[in-house]
Each structure stands twice: as structure tokens, then as C-alpha cells.
């Protein structure tokens, strides 16, 4: 299906683990973006990737790490997760350049850290 | 520091009445600016968005937005709200830079 899919929707794991959340996407997007959604915080931009291999730090990019090798996919590792890393995770796409593209979403993973 | 606001953390309306959801931005220049909508246990849906031209943004649900330079706001309107149209609403800009700055969001409630 096109669109923009992630995996798992809902993880538990405990302190200290590595998780890798997923992000695959159908319409070959340059950019993609993760998010983690906060009460009380909104939404703040963990890393983005202008394109293949091209990665940026956002706002809170601290216990996380990503890659893109693939156009189309875009996973957010927490090397070492703690409790504070407990969130809902957002990732999204949007076609490139200065254009005014609209952003979309996925689904979301509800990450919970024990 | 570039930045979006949205003042309701809530925002409760009768079913039938109008609605309007506030956003006012501090951003350099002249923005993209877009609402979103969540739902429960859902991602964000693209709502609306301005470019440029007219101020007043038609988008989908019945919602519109206008777009206000001077006072460098972009409120979201429905002449007639309906239940399901309780939801997180959230305002974004796009500045010249790549990323979209989020407001914190706001809550509408419609009661029936």
C-alpha cells in the first residue's frame, strides 16, 4: 500500500536496551522526519535526512541515532534506552526542495520504557 | 527564536456553533504555514495549508483557516461544528529552513 507505515505500533522494553523503530515510505520522498510527541511538549523534531545518507540533528536528537541508507527508509535507534525516552514517535516524509509540499505522517509507535 | 503559539490548551464548542482554533507565529519572512489534525491513537492528518495569494485557505472537513500578516496569525475556522470534529489540532510554519515548527496544539471539544 502507498503511503508512509510504522513498525512495531507499540513496544515495551526495558532501560538500557536498544530499540530500533521503523520507518518505510511508498513515494520516494527526499525528505523524512522524526518526531516524538510529549504532553504538554507538542511535537519536537529528533532527526531529519534531506535525502540518502544526508542526516540532520533537530531539536532533541540526544540518546538517538539514524540512518538512511534507502530513499524510502528512515529507522530511529535509541542506543541505550531510558525512561525518559518513553513517547509516542511520529515519522514523516515530504517531496524536496523549497517547495511548500505538505508533510505527512505515519501512524505512530508508542514506545514505552521500563 | 522562531516560534508558534497556539493559546487554548482547549478549546469547547456547542455542536452547530462556529468554531475557531487560535495560531499566531514569530518566524522571519514569509512562511508556509498549515494546520493538522489527530486523532485518538492516530498520526497527524494534513488539514490545510497557505502559500501565498488569498487569505482565506479552504481545506478539508469543512475547515478554512485565514491567514493574517500583520497581526502574523493563521486561526482555524468552521461556520458548523460537528462532534467528530473533536480532536488535537495543531498549527504548523515552514520558514525558509527545511523543518516545520510545531505549535503545542490544541484541544477542541464539540459537545453534542
Known amino acids: 500500500d502507498a503511503g508512509i507505515t510504522q513498525s512495531p505500533r507499540y513496544k515495551i522494553t526495558e532501560t538500557g536496551r536498544q530499540v530500533t523503530l521503523m520507518c518505510h515510505q511508498t513515494?520516494?520522498?527526499?525528505?523524512m522526519f522524526w518526531y516524538r510527541q510529549d504532553l504538554g511538549h507538542g511535537l519536537r523534531l529528533i532527526y531529519y535526512s534531506a535525502a540518502a545518507d544526508i542526516t540532520d540533528k533537530g531539536e532533541v536528537p540526544d540518546g538517538y541515532v539514524v540512518s538512511r541508507s534507502k530513499t524510502e527508509n528512515f529507522p530511529l535507534t535509541l542506543e541505550s534506552a531510558t525512561r525518559s525516552q518513553t513517547s509516542v514517535y511520529f515519522c514523516a516524509s515530504r517531496a524536496g526542495g523549497d517547495s511548500p509540499d505538505t508533510q505527512y505522517f505515519g501512524p505512530g509507535t508508542r514506545l514505552t520504557v521500563l | 527564536a522562531q516560534s508558534v503559539a497556539q493559546p487554548e490548551d482547549q478549546v469547547n464548542v456547542a455542536e452547530g456553533n462556529p468554531l475557531t482554533v487560535k495560531c499566531t507565529y514569530s518566524v522571519s519572512g514569509n512562511p508556509y504555514l498549515f494546520w493538522y489534525v489527530q486523532y485518538p491513537n492516530r498520526g497527524l492528518q494534513f488539514l490545510l495549508k497557505y502559500i501565498t495569494g488569498d487569505n482565506l485557505v479552504k481545506g478539508s472537513y469543512g475547515f478554512e483557516a485565514e491567514f493574517n500578516k500583520s497581526q502574523t496569525s493563521f486561526h482555524l475556522k468552521k461556520p458548523s461544528a460537528l462532534v467528530s470534529d473533536s480532536a488535537l489540532y495543531f498549527c504548523?510554519?515552514?520558514?525558509?529552513?527545511?523543518?516545520?515548527?510545531f505549535g503545542t496544539g490544541t484541544r477542541l471539544q464539540v459537545f453534542p
Open positions: 513515494w520516494s520522498h527526499s525528505y
Open positions: 504548523a510554519v515552514r520558514p525558509y529552513t527545511d523543518k516545520l515548527i
